[in-house]
């Protein structure tokens, strides 16, 4: 069997349970005491390979302990004959492990990407002076409350994981020289993203959008009617990647 645990200067693994024992004070004199800090998870048993299950590992108690040397020495030798792997690598910060564990994993589809979103920053900047700037923002908000998905300031956007920003945008209809340019609406959210291949890079990618341009053969298809269009589709992808 292997097995991990993330913070540790010794690791040992034994009957699907990581011990990690970490020094908190340094060696002193002979018969001083050293203190460590003694945490014990537990790893799935299904899972085939430990290291990747090192995130659903479930805490079973984390100790604080005093020892003397002899003490020290004699704890050691314990893990030693009951452990079946040991010195098990640290892997919370390997680029190179995380890049092994999210490659292989399955691709989900792209609305996947709001599942689990529960709050984020609507930047409405691009419809200010707009005369459909209110109906449209209402029309959003509505949209959010719906989701449930809570509405964060930008000062407070740094507390959310991912920073996700919602953006609107509005281009109105243009006609020169006989052609016509039919208004469009533009949603979509922002998010920071890390790269499967680095985990070291991160950047912000749209995880969701939608553009919805007028239709010239529909009279009532107007800003606010594509907006309508443009938030039904949101609903109907986050509750898509929210179910089960």
Request: net charge positive; with cysteine; glycine share 8%.
């Amino acid at each position: 069997m292997e097995c991990a645990v993330f913070m540790s200067r010794i690791r040992f693994c034994l009957l699907g349970l990581a011990i990690a024992t970490t020094a908190l004070v340094a060696a002193g004199p002979a018969g001083a005491k050293e203190t460590f800090l003694v945490e014990l998870r537990k790893v799935d048993s299904s899972c085939g390979n430990s290291l990747t299950c090192i995130n659903g590992s479930k805490p079973v108690l984390r100790n604080i302990i005093s020892l003397v040397q002899a003490d020290q020495w004699a704890l050691m030798e314990f893990f030693g004959r009951v452990t079946s792997a040991r010195d098990v690598p640290e892997h919370s910060s390997s680029v190179e492990y995380l890049t092994n564990r999210f490659d292989g994993q399955e691709t989900f589809e792209k609305v996947s990407g709001l599942k689990g979103l529960k709050a984020l920053h609507v930047d409405l900047s691009k419809l200010k002076g707009d005369q459909h700037g209110g109906a449209l923002s209402e029309s959003v908000r509505k949209m959010l409350k719906e989701a449930g998905i809570r509405e964060v300031s930008k000062k407070d956007l740094d507390g959310i994981p991912g920073r996700p920003v919602l953006s609107v945008s509005y281009s109105a209809r243009k006609g020169t020289e006989g052609c016509i340019i039919p208004f469009s609406v533009q949603m979509k959210i922002t998010e920071e993203v890390v790269l499967v291949r680095d985990s070291t890079v991160k950047i912000p990618v749209d995880i969701w959008s939608a553009f919805l341009r007028e239709n010239l053969a529909i009279s009532e298809f107007t800003p606010d009617a594509a907006l309508k269009n443009g938030t039904q589709r949101f609903l109907k992808d986050y509750r898509k990647a929210n179910t089960g």
